[in-house]
Nanobody, 127 residues
Framework: QVQLVDTGGGLVQAGGSLRLTCTTSGRTFNTYVMGWFRQAPGKERDLVAA????????YYSDSVKGRFTISRDNAKNTLYLQMNSLKPEDTAVYFCAAGMPRFEIATITSPNRYPYWGQGTQVTVSS
């Protein structure tokens, strides 16, 4: 079992930055693929970024590439998402997730591949 707690959301003006943090319990954090998903009202939950267990491979959606950076510290059982140059369309609830999908686009982008989820943290970007 893995328990996830995601924090760091808030209200920020367009062009600003936020850093999300996902702290985890359990001794097997360093075996999981970790992802950050987001869900806006009335929309599906979409993958924003993912990172493999070693941190050597990352994936970003086209909408955040070049602006967001995912990273992990396995010694601290913690996942991060640094979000820069935020836009109003980044407004959503952000969730961290843990799973063991093959690190391929077809699998890491599917929420069904992640059995463990944080409670979500709201990010609101004003124009």
């Amino acid at each position: 079992q893995v328990q996830l707690v995601d924090t760091g959301g808030g209200l920020v003006q367009a062009g600003g930055s936020l850093r999300l943090t996902c702290t985890t319990s359990g001794r097997t954090f360093n075996t999981y693929v970790m992802g950050w998903f987001r869900q806006a009202p009335g929309k599906e939950r979409d993958l924003v970024a993912a990172i493999n267990w070693r941190g050597s491979n990352t994936y970003y959606s086209d909408s955040v590439k070049g602006r967001f950076t995912i990273s992990r510290d396995n010694a601290k059982n913690t996942l991060y998402l640094q979000m820069n140059s935020l836009k109003p369309e980044d407004t959503a609830v952000y969730f961290c997730a843990a799973g063991m999908p093959r690190f391929e686009i077809a699998t890491i982008t599917s929420p069904n591949r992640y059995p463990y989820w944080g409670q979500g943290t709201q990010v609101t970007v004003s124009s």
